[in-house]
């Protein structure tokens, strides 16, 4: 028996692993909620990651079941449904779990020592900037690098207001620690 020939018998296997184990990965990520798909933390990277894999596997591995990928993935996405759920319950969990927010920029003023640790350089945080369609520095009241890697930009203008602010437990909010 030559290669070829083995490679087009296992088609039709492959191809009806792919539907099914297709079909129980849309059922499951329905039943597991829209956190499973939000913008990624370093815990969903590594999910995703994870059921990626375990799907290619299930999918063209002979020696991986259809029932065997189907459990596999259910269990990666339990474990992110649990970890997602104590992340919440408790935030000794939530701080392992998923990195705090940081000020890159506060009231114009360049956090290099924020910047530095998460490798970002200021052309990094003048183009968030740009995105905004702020021209300066000077122009933005803060950049936040948020915990899925996003930077978040309140302008200037944007209007202090009473009550809780956005920017209240923000690492390296307020001014005060905003020193380069």
Request: hydrophobic share 50%; charged share 15%.
């Amino acid at each position: 028996m030559s290669f070829a020939s083995t490679a087009l018998d296992r088609i039709p296997e492959i191809v009806v692993s792919a539907l099914v184990i297709y079909a129980a990965v849309v059922v499951m990520v329905r039943v597991s909620g829209k956190r499973t798909l939000a913008q990624c933390n370093a815990f969903d990277f590594v999910v995703t990651i994870a059921l990626g894999s375990t799907l290619a596997a299930t999918i063209t591995s002979p020696s991986v079941g259809v029932a065997d990928g189907a459990v596999a993935l259910a269990a990666l996405i339990g474990l992110q449904f649990v970890v997602a759920w104590a992340s919440r319950r408790w935030a000794a969990v939530h701080r392992t779990v998923q990195a705090a927010p940081t000020a890159l920029l506060v009231d114009g003023a360049l956090r290099h020592e924020a910047m530095a640790h998460h490798r970002l350089r200021a052309d990094d945080v003048a183009a968030a900037l740009r995105s905004q369609g702020l021209a300066r520095f000077d122009d933005a009241r803060a950049v936040i690098l948020e915990t899925d890697g996003t930077m978040s930009v309140i302008p200037a203008t944007a209007p202090h207001g009473r009550g809780r602010s956005t920017l209240d437990e923000i690492d390296g909010y307020p001014a005060s620690a905003s020193t380069p």
